[in-house]
């Protein structure tokens, strides 16, 4: 089959297109897929580059957190994908070939549904989609039919994004009337965050530049803040919600916007009817923020570290899905061959992006990419 295989950490050059890889054979319990669609995702760029430390801040390392490294190489990116089920493996309903789905993408280290304290993903530890087949679980591949939905749009809302979106609210408890600061509210993660705030009932502020104001709007958001001039970005945010505190932060950027954030939901206490709630899912600001401890526990903010989720949560993602209560965010579609592109136009994106890219197989472009590629959308 053909793949784009991960040679190794660094730069675009460690992304080899080959057509001669091993098509995989599904084990007990499992369903070949052919890959559709595969939607692409910041992670992708960052194990490829290595950059996640957590010890020393300029180490080139991947996440281990079972205690070793589970990227190894070569490896076949891709955590989102979409397809249709070609083959199954031995305990598995037969029945399943043809059906369409979306993967959940994480490798769960056990079968606990309310828990995952080892994350690891399809793409990372795993071979993913960045491939014209992938072999996963028959459980986690979720058959989803609305024949509206196109498969390049069905990858669009896959649970790498949704289900780290959905996680940062569940951590910190965001409920109904609840009023929450989504950062990066144009990207995968963000505006997956703002139709969920609206699914149980929360309102929405987004952080993103203005000229995306009327597509956020449209998604759920109930005001965009400009992130502008960084002193007065509190003032900015009060000024939106009428002087009210922000109940809950999901903050994806880190960096210094991390105590502007903290600002804005300890400024008037005798106002909040709950604690301070901040859940971090990514840091594209910085990875360093300086803030004053006294800040935190004087003012109780309760902190919430997040990556991926749990089973039950990505079964409800899926029920959203199915119920057409989520939508997809679809920027554009690329070509499998032309992954170093997609990478390129991802990491230098203009004012005119929001939602997700996908990548899709080139021998199955004409169905499900060329629809969705830049020039179709000009």
């Excluded at 759920?220 to 939106?240: K, Q, S």
């Excluded at 006294?294 to 997040?306: A, S």
């Amino acid at each position: 089959m053909a793949a784009m295989l991960l040679t190794g950490h660094g730069g675009l050059d460690k992304l080899v297109y080959r057509d001669d890889v091993a098509t995989p054979r599904p084990g007990p319990g499992e369903v070949l897929v052919r890959v559709t669609a595969t939607a692409k995702n910041n992670t992708d760029r960052k194990a490829r580059e290595g950059l996640y430390p957590t010890k020393e801040k300029g180490e080139v390392t991947s996440f281990a957190m079972g205690g070793s490294a589970t990227l190894t190489f070569p490896r076949i990116q891709g955590a989102d994908v979409a397809g249709r089920v070609a083959a199954v493996g031995e305990g598995v309903d037969p029945g399943r070939i043809g059906q369409r789905g979306l993967l959940d993408f994480n490798l769960y280290p056990d079968a606990r549904r309310d828990l995952n304290l080892m994350p690891d993903y399809y793409g990372h530890g795993a071979d993913g989609g960045f491939a014209e087949y992938v072999a996963v679980p028959s459980d986690q591949f979720h058959t989803v039919g609305n024949p509206d939905l196109g498969d390049a749009e069905l990858a669009s809302m896959g649970m790498c994004s949704y289900q780290t979106a959905y996680h940062m609210m569940t951590s910190a408890n965001v409920s109904s009337g609840d009023r929450v600061l989504v950062s990066g509210a144009s990207g995968g993660v963000g505006t997956a965050l703002i139709q969920l705030c609206r699914i149980v009932g929360a309102v929405p502020y987004a952080v993103s530049q203005l000229d995306k104001a009327e597509a956020l709007h449209a998604l759920g958001a109930e005001a965009v803040i400009d992130r502008g001039d960084l002193p007065t970005f509190v003032d900015r945010v009060l000024e939106t919600t009428d002087g009210a505190p922000i109940d809950a932060v999901m903050d994806l950027v880190g960096g210094e916007m991390t105590d502007r954030f903290i600002d804005a939901m300890i400024v008037d206490m005798k106002r909040r009817s709950s604690y301070p709630r901040l859940s971090i899912a990514g840091a594209s600001g910085g990875n360093l923020s300086e803030i004053m401890w006294t800040r935190i526990y004087l003012y109780q903010v309760q902190i919430f570290g997040v990556s991926h989720g749990t089973r039950d949560e990505a079964e409800q993602l899926i029920a959203w899905i199915r119920t057409g209560q989520l939508k997809p965010v679809l920027h554009a579609a690329f070509k499998l061959s032309d992954l170093h592109e997609a990478e390129t136009y991802f990491v230098n994106r203009d004012s005119n992006y929001l939602g997700k890219i996908v990548i899709v197989p080139d021998s199955q472009w004409a169905e499900h990419g060329a629809p969705y590629a830049l020039e179709e959308k000009a």
